[in-house]
């Protein structure tokens, strides 16, 4: 799974002029790929690592200021721009796949204490963020790093 994941001051997610999802108070926005390769347990594994980074100020994670979480899934993330000028889609696993880990990974944290807010999966959202600092994460659960 690949997340991109921004500190931000607000953000909130919406479909045909609805908003489906937002942060009622600063915290993280989440966007999340999932690749054909991933399964329960890198969901599981990506949601202890954004609920325990460090990225806040003060050097706080969300767990440590109950920061809220809004999770957005964004096949994109795994674009392969190799050759020519469009890029291609076949990395990304399809949406009977990701849709049910993009809800795990949703669900975990919400295990983990936090509140979140979603997208709408396979809907064509507007996303709209402040984003605070910049800080903004990559994590690739095939390359921790």
């Keep these: 799974m690949r997340a ?6 607000s953000a909130s997610v919406s479909v045909g002029g609805e908003v489906v999802g937002e942060l009622p ?5 989440v966007l999340v790929g999932v690749g054909h390769d991933d399964d329960a347990a890198a969901a599981t594994s990506l949601a202890a690592k954004i609920w325990g980074l ?13 920061a809220p979480i809004l999770v ?6 795994f674009a392969s721009t190799r050759k020519g ?3 291609g889609w076949s990395k990304a ?6 849709e049910p880990l993009v809800e795990a990974l949703a669900t975990e944290l919400e295990r983990l204490g936090a509140t979140v807010g979603r997208g709408r999966f396979g809907a064509d959202m507007q996303v709209t963020s402040v984003n605070d600092g910049p800080v903004t994460i990559l994590i690739d659960t095939d390359h921790w790093e």
């Design 54 to 66: 460090r990225i806040l100020r003060d050097e706080v994670s969300a767990s440590d200021v109950d």
């Design 72 to 77: 957005v899934s964004q096949f994109t993330l």
């Design 93 to 98: 696993a399809p949406g009977v796949v990701s």
């Design 4 to 9: 991109v994941i921004t500190r931000v001051l």
């Design 25 to 29: 108070r600063p915290g993280l926005l």
């Design 85 to 87: 000028r469009r890029p």
